[in-house]
């Protein structure tokens, strides 16, 4: 493609929309990364490395390193992050920073969250093809007029959740007088998307590399938050989270989304100790009070109170990655399979559930009254 003046390496505008939404909202990314998240069904990543060259040109993106398998990582500037939050229609201050210095040593960690928000997000791949030049009679020839169409990105029909927008990452979750968030925590990754059903997803990302102890310190941190209340319009108290995010209308906090991601540190047998550790660790955090109740009808029963509890998902990003987020690839911690999200995000023990239960004793129950009654009113009448 040929160039222009202002823009030399032939970027389009929608391209370079899609670079600066891609990285509005990934804080820094490959030209591979974007092109899959914004656009799947373009050939190959070329308009989008050309897109960050055009922009590095008017100094929007710049590039401080690679990624350790050689692609060049890109990052907004301050200039760059007012003009991403204009093509997100975010506010500015909502942007967070720009990543300045990270990409220097190859960001694993962010291209690990990367992968996970491709892997989540999934964005339709609409096939695209360049239109061809019409050559001119004479140089038409026999090879030329069978060779085949030139390959096209395979288009994938596994659905996902949310979009480029419906994404923030390295959140800062903290109360509001806590000097730079010391006192909080900054989730690696948070997804919006009620379109979809669900609540606010806090999204942690674990490339295996730390201790399990580091991993159950986020969980006490993430409670810490939850638990923070500020004072609502009425004049009550609310939770502080709730300023921010859209009710989950489920008992307890807002979801904890664990992504582990062994790549080839760890085998199979070594990642599943290190998801029974953490889970083992943290089960008062996710577990619930057990609050018991005769209810109607005869035997006990009970439920689990969450109401201070925070639902806590496993899964791994080879799964999201091979079958998308809407497959039974999420582990809830407490109830002991895999399931698809929605299953997963579920409370079957929890009071709704038991209230459920309770009413069908109580129908059952009062049939059974009414039964009695009906057979000593017929042996009164005989």
Request: proline share 8%.
């Amino acid at each position: 493609m040929g160039g222009s003046k202002a823009y030399p390496y032939g970027s389009t505008t929608a391209v370079r929309g899609h670079v600066l939404a891609a990285l509005g909202a990934l804080k820094l990314a490959t030209a591979d990364q974007m092109h899959r998240l914004m656009a799947p069904g373009h050939r190959d990543n070329k308009g989008f490395r050309n897109a960050a060259l055009d922009l590095a040109r008017h100094g929007l993106v710049v590039s401080e390193g690679s990624s350790r398998d050689g692609h060049k990582i890109w990052h907004l500037t301050p200039v760059g992050l007012d003009a991403a939050a204009e093509v997100l229609g975010r506010p500015v201050g909502e942007m967070g920073g720009t990543a300045r210095g990270a990409a220097r040593s190859g960001a694993p960690h962010a291209m690990a969250v990367n992968e996970t928000i491709i892997a989540i997000t999934r964005t339709p791949a609409t096939a695209t093809r360049p239109v061809p030049r019409q050559p001119t009679p004479d140089l038409v020839t026999a090879a030329a007029a069978t060779a085949p169409a030139p390959p096209v990105a395979p288009v994938t029909d596994v659905p996902g959740i949310g979009w480029v927008g419906s994404w923030s990452t390295e959140v800062p979750l903290a109360a509001p007088s806590s000097r730079s968030g010391r006192a909080g925590i900054r989730a690696d990754a948070v997804l919006q998307a009620p379109e979809a059903g669900l609540p606010v997803l806090f999204v942690e990302v674990d490339n295996c590399t730390e201790p399990p102890e580091t991993l159950e310190s986020k969980f006490e941190k993430y409670l810490r938050y939850f638990r923070l209340t500020t004072k609502s319009s009425l004049g009550g108290e609310m939770p502080l989270w709730r300023t921010h995010y859209r009710p989950s209308h489920r008992d307890g906090h807002p979801p904890l989304v664990f992504v582990f991601n062994p790549g080839t540190r760890i085998g199979p047998q070594a990642l599943k100790n290190r998801m029974n550790t953490v889970m083992e660790g943290t089960w008062q955090i996710w577990s619930g009070g057990y609050q018991a109740d005769h209810g109607y009808g005869k035997g006990r029963d009970g439920y689990h109170d969450f109401a201070d509890a925070i639902p806590v998902l496993f899964t791994t990003l080879d799964r999201l990655q091979a079958g998308g987020p809407h497959t039974a690839v999420w582990w809830r911690c407490g109830h002991g399979q895999w399931e698809t999200l929605p299953d997963a995000l579920d409370n079957p023990a929890d009071y709704r559930a038991w209230s459920a239960r309770n009413d069908k004793r109580r129908a059952r129950y009062d049939e059974e009254m009414a039964q009695r009654e009906r057979e000593r009113a017929a042996e009164r009448e005989r």
